[in-house]
Antibody
Framework: QVQLQESGPGLVKPSETLSLTCTVS????????WTWIRQPPGKGLEWVGY???????NYSPSLRGRVTTSLDTSKNQFSLRLSSVTAADTAVYYC?????????????WGQGTMVIVSS | QSVLTQPASVSGSPGQSITISCTGT?????????VSWYQHHPGKAPKLLIY???KRPSGVSNRFSGSKSGNTASLTISGLQAEDEADYYC?????????????FGGGTKLTVL
């Protein structure tokens, strides 16, 4: 079955760029809206944004301007970059795959990776 | 602050039923069927319980059910079991011009007494 695995640095300095990658195994990257979701410590889930196989993207209004996503179909991976990070960006970051053709029904999730923003 | 409002906590005894509400607006729940619910045990990946307001993915117990009335969606768990103790999140498509995006509720902690 399809599995997702997040990877990237667990510690990022304030004002720098957070970069994470999600590797998709057991299935194709085509046809889905590949999504990032985060959860700050002690808080709820927050949708970050998605990239579709065709390259279309959409991001949270609160993060727009700082966030970008990309796809590497040859490696079956998609990535997140969040610039100018602050302590408020400290969170567990999940990659997720919604049901095919949808953007809001997240069927498959990675285990999550903790990113701490600190000097 | 979430655009979708959930109670911070609910509780129930084994065997009982509980309902978690998720209140939105005409920008989200009231005008779209794009509502889903997730169960999240700390340290694990969230699990999709309900999508498109009322539908259950394969493998999800029929003790979980969803509904919607106006701008409020609800998740009902019947026959409460100890393993149901977790955090629950609603999620909806939001159309707030010029943006269309996805929002989660603030989460509800379910305690099984």
């Amino acid at each position: 079955q399809v599995q997702l695995q997040e990877s990237g640095p667990g510690l990022v300095k304030p004002s720098e760029t957070l970069s994470l990658t999600c590797t998709v195994s057991g299935g194709s990257i085509s046809g889905y809206y590949w999504t990032w979701i985060r959860q700050p410590p002690g808080k709820g889930l927050e949708w970050v944004g998605y990239i579709h196989y065709n390259g279309n993207t959409n991001y949270s209004p609160s993060l727009r301007g700082r966030v970008t996503t990309s796809l590497d179909t040859s490696k079956n991976q998609f990535s997140l970059r969040l610039s100018s990070v602050t302590a408020a960006d400290t969170a567990v970051y999940y990659c997720a795959r919604p049901l095919v053709g949808t953007t809001t029904f997240f069927e498959i999730w990675g285990q999550g990776t903790m990113v701490i923003v600190s000097s | 602050q979430s655009v979708l409002t959930q109670p911070a906590s609910v509780s129930g005894s084994p065997g009982q039923s509980i309902t978690i509400s998720c209140t939105g607006t005409t920008s989200d729940i009231a005008n779209y069927l794009l509502v889903s619910w997730y169960q999240h045990h700390p340290g694990k990946a969230p699990k999709l319980l309900i999508y498109e307001v009322t539908k259950r993915p394969s493998g999800v117990s029929n003790r979980f059910s969803g509904s919607k009335s106006g701008n409020t969606a609800s998740l009902t768990i019947s026959g409460l079991q100890a393993e149901d103790e977790a955090d629950y999140y609603c999620c909806s498509h939001v159309q707030s011009l010029p943006f269309a995006y996805v929002a989660f509720g603030g989460g509800t902690k379910l305690t099984v007494l």
